[in-house]
């Protein structure tokens, strides 16, 4: 029986199991679906900086080393933005420029934001359908002590240094959830829902933010599984940690179980974490531990498999 | 007495002598109106070619070898557009994309063309003004015997092969002359037009064919001197002997000096064409003769001295 996977993601970590996934698992059984509380407008262009992490790392031009972005990138157009008086907090690329480029001339020409990232990714070779997870404008935005933050300022320009109180999705109570989103919730042959290890405030909660997700997801007959995004108490990558602890959650694999209640059926912690497993099935989750740190392909293939196997979904060898 | 000089041009011809007129006036005394169109929308930005080419040769930042563009150039955006099924016949730089950004940005947040110029040219250390001439859309097409192509199309795709019937200014008779165009003709210290040496009928026509600007060329009182782009029978560059050819026009300086009877008075020629003098003096135009081929800045400054004497406009030692 050939089940159908759905994962939901943010950028760098999310990106990184999505690969894994998409490596193991045939294209027509794999919806991958993409936070874009992060896109934004800058100097004129539609960015949305998941889509493109998820772009660039399953067609192979992600930039490794650097971590974000495309590799053999240059930054001559930013630079000479500078010297035209534009803004050039937010790094862009030559080669990442072209995306937003595409990305913006479309949208204005009327084309959704689902259909031109299905067709962009064709055209570089992705095979899983690529589904931003709505059309609609959803905007991030940091409530901090230093006032409420447009996400990318907060992540980006302050670096995630003001203290957050709370965090908030414009738009979400109007906007719904994308066609390629809602009809993967749908589908009859769905076998399990995959949470993968992106930041659960910034990257997955807008997407539970949209009208009916949460429900829809907590109400679904389907394994659900998520990946900790924390590994021994640390985020792997980024402000997850500092801002789990400043919004009043427990830097661990129970804070991130307790984030996801209701909604997941299993949580994936790294081996290093295995000790905390009786906490989060004190939760009605259950765990199941894998080497949850991706460096390689090789560990995002092995974490991708051992995450289906966990939600029980059959793999071709 | 300190006369303003009005320089009418177009792109790389029309650069150079505009550079060298920047070079020899006090940047109070000079307005550089040029052509705007070859502007183009493409991959959803706004592109004024012969701006930039004004711009970049004023700034230093232009690309001599090649003869347009930016200097240190580099094609990565454009090849990952390329790549994303965006069209790429049109060779924008990284570097001079920054320029069509930041013009697309501010021309959507409601700035005019005339604003957005003035500001870049200040920001790149340019002196003058540097005044479009029109902050309306003025579309040149040339009807060709494969029919009527938009500019770039025939210029950079066609690369000029199709052979031109006619040349047309679509938009051209709704359109204003921008302030800065306007307010230069009607200067009470105008003392001199200077026509520079771009194609007639490519670069020029355009500003021409502008509401009232014709007649109010023809009925200046002061000096109207134009540099002939054409030396020895052929066009120092670009399509102007081909197409002067395919629209009747003979290929020397009586051409040029026929195309602009009753707005000139006095044609600079180069040395070569000195024996050509008295074919233009039929028409009622006078004849200088001086080195018109501009190979180094010292070549523009020679030509811009020779064309203000020419005009009888004294410059400071």
């Given at each position: 029986m050939s089940q159908h996977v759905l994962a939901l993601c943010g950028g760098v970590g999310g990106a990184k199991l999505a690969a894994g996934l998409a490596a193991v698992l045939p294209p027509e059984r794999l919806t991958i679906v993409i936070n874009t509380g992060d896109d934004f407008e800058h100097v004129g262009l539609s960015v949305s900086p998941d889509i493109d992490t998820v772009v660039y790392t399953l067609s192979g031009l992600a930039d490794e080393v650097?971590?974000?972005g495309v590799a053999d990138e240059s930054w001559q157009a930013?630079?000479?933005?500078?010297?035209?008086?534009?803004?050039d907090w937010f790094r862009l690329g030559d080669r990442d420029l072209a995306m937003h480029i595409a990305r913006t001339r479309r949208l204005r020409a009327g084309e959704t934001l689902s259909e031109i990232t299905a067709d962009l990714a064709k055209r570089l070779g992705i095979g899983p359908a690529l589904v931003p997870m709505s059309d609609d404008p959803?905007?991030?935005?940091?409530e901090t002590e230093d006032g409420l933050l447009d996400f990318q300022r907060y992540f980006v320009a302050e670096q995630c240094h003001p203290v957050a109180r709370a965090i908030g999705f414009a738009g979400a109570r109007e906007a719904r959830p994308s066609p390629g989103f809602a009809a993967a919730l749908a589908r009859k042959d769905l076998g399990a829902v995959i949470v993968c290890p992106s930041n659960p405030y910034l990257s997955i909660d807008p997407l539970l933010s949209l009208p009916g997700v949460r429900q829809q997801l907590a109400e679904l007959h389907v394994p659900r599984v998520a990946v900790s995004p924390i590994v021994g108490g640390q985020a792997i990558k980024g402000p997850t940690a500092k801002l789990m602890t400043e919004l009043g959650a427990s830097v661990d694999v129970v804070g991130v179980a307790r984030h996801y209640q209701g909604l997941i059926d299993k949580l994936i912690v790294d081996e290093a974490d295995r000790a905390e497993a009786p906490r989060v099935e004190a939760l009605g989750i259950a765990v199941d531990a894998a080497p949850a740190i991706m460096r390689s392909q090789a560990d995002r293939i092995a974490l991708?498999?051992?995450t289906l196997a966990a939600a029980g979904v059959a793999v071709e060898p």
């Amino acid at each position: 029986m050939s089940q159908h996977v759905l994962a939901l993601c943010g950028g760098v970590g999310g990106a990184k199991l999505a690969a894994g996934l998409a490596a193991v698992l045939p294209p027509e059984r794999l919806t991958i679906v993409i936070n874009t509380g992060d896109d934004f407008e800058h100097v004129g262009l539609s960015v949305s900086p998941d889509i493109d992490t998820v772009v660039y790392t399953l067609s192979g031009l992600a930039d490794e080393v650097r971590g974000w972005g495309v590799a053999d990138e240059s930054w001559q157009a930013i630079e000479q933005l500078g010297r035209l008086g534009e803004p050039d907090w937010f790094r862009l690329g030559d080669r990442d420029l072209a995306m937003h480029i595409a990305r913006t001339r479309r949208l204005r020409a009327g084309e959704t934001l689902s259909e031109i990232t299905a067709d962009l990714a064709k055209r570089l070779g992705i095979g899983p359908a690529l589904v931003p997870m709505s059309d609609d404008p959803v905007r991030t935005k940091v409530e901090t002590e230093d006032g409420l933050l447009d996400f990318q300022r907060y992540f980006v320009a302050e670096q995630c240094h003001p203290v957050a109180r709370a965090i908030g999705f414009a738009g979400a109570r109007e906007a719904r959830p994308s066609p390629g989103f809602a009809a993967a919730l749908a589908r009859k042959d769905l076998g399990a829902v995959i949470v993968c290890p992106s930041n659960p405030y910034l990257s997955i909660d807008p997407l539970l933010s949209l009208p009916g997700v949460r429900q829809q997801l907590a109400e679904l007959h389907v394994p659900r599984v998520a990946v900790s995004p924390i590994v021994g108490g640390q985020a792997i990558k980024g402000p997850t940690a500092k801002l789990m602890t400043e919004l009043g959650a427990s830097v661990d694999v129970v804070g991130v179980a307790r984030h996801y209640q209701g909604l997941i059926d299993k949580l994936i912690v790294d081996e290093a974490d295995r000790a905390e497993a009786p906490r989060v099935e004190a939760l009605g989750i259950a765990v199941d531990a894998a080497p949850a740190i991706m460096r390689s392909q090789a560990d995002r293939i092995a974490l991708a498999k051992a995450t289906l196997a966990a939600a029980g979904v059959a793999v071709e060898p």
